[in-house]
């Protein structure tokens, strides 16, 4: 015969077994095994495949434009293909306003490990961002 204790535990167990059942979302780490097709590595168990792994803009190779104002610092730490003038100088001309097209690269390589968030039900997953080692 169970005592009121005993029936709290067993309801409890329940509960706590019903949660796990319905996989809520869940932080996992993974490995980027291969970038194409998309593949991360999770554990001996789980790999996954591109049909299961939604990336954000963030971590792809993307077009955007941007807009600079101001004066343009000498000491600046870029690289131009572009043309050079008299003194040997790049010549940008930022004007106020006006938007510049830009490619940021920053696709997902082999190797990068990942923070993924598994979606409820667990059939897709999110990678959320690089880890930074």
Do not use: C
């Amino acid at each position: 015969m169970l005592n009121s204790e005993d029936f709290v535990k067993v309801i409890k167990r329940a509960a706590m077994e019903a949660v796990k059942a319905s996989k809520p979302a869940d932080i996992l780490l993974g490995k980027v095994q291969s970038t194409a097709p998309l593949s991360i590595f999770i554990d001996q168990k789980l790999i996954l495949t591109e049909k299961f792994i939604i990336v954000p803009q963030h971590l792809t190779d993307y077009e955007t434009e941007i807009s600079y104002e101001g004066a343009w610092s000498e000491n600046a730490d870029i690289s131009w293909h572009g043309t050079t003038n008299d003194s040997g100088n790049a010549d940008i001309n930022f004007a106020g306003g006006v938007k510049h097209k830009v490619k940021i690269y920053n696709a997902l390589k082999n190797g990068d490990s990942v923070i993924l968030l598994r979606q409820q039900g667990g059939q897709k997953y999110i990678v959320i961002d690089r880890v930074v080692v």
